[in-house]
């Protein structure tokens, strides 16, 4: 069974920076693509970015300042945030997907102060 562990939220405030990491464990595959998506309080969860074959994917209100990249070991995926605003606030979770299959994670908490 694949688990998927988030780490690096925090608080900071308004123009900082903050990185995320993620790491998928418990399978010997390749997650075909790797991402991460938020949920601010009383909204739906939405998409940030995403990587599948080494090419990044980002949602308009995040281009520019975020900057997401694969690692090594393999499973492994970062989220690079410059230029933090308060709108960023939320939960962000990662997910790893293979085969149709999405693996999600608890969820690390960023809160950025005005």
């Known amino acids: 069974q694949v688990q998927v562990v988030e780490s690096g939220g925090g608080l900071v405030q308004a123009g900082g920076s903050l990185r995320l990491s993620c790491a998928a464990s418990?399978?010997?595959?390749?997650?075909?693509?790797m991402g991460w998506y938020r949920q601010a309080p009383g909204k739906q969860r939405e998409f940030v970015a995403d990587?599948?074959?080494?090419?990044?994917s980002y949602a308009d209100s995040v281009k520019g300042r975020f900057t997401i990249s694969r690692g090594d070991p393999k499973n492994t995926v970062a989220l690079q945030m410059n230029n933090l605003k308060p709108e960023d606030t939320a939960v962000y979770y990662c997910?790893?997907?293979?085969?149709?299959?999405?693996?999600w994670g608890q969820g690390t908490q960023v809160t950025v102060s005005s």
């Open positions: 997910a790893a997907s293979r085969g149709g299959v999405d693996c």
């Open positions: 418990g399978t010997i595959f390749t997650m075909n693509t």
């Open positions: 990587i599948t074959s080494g090419k990044p």
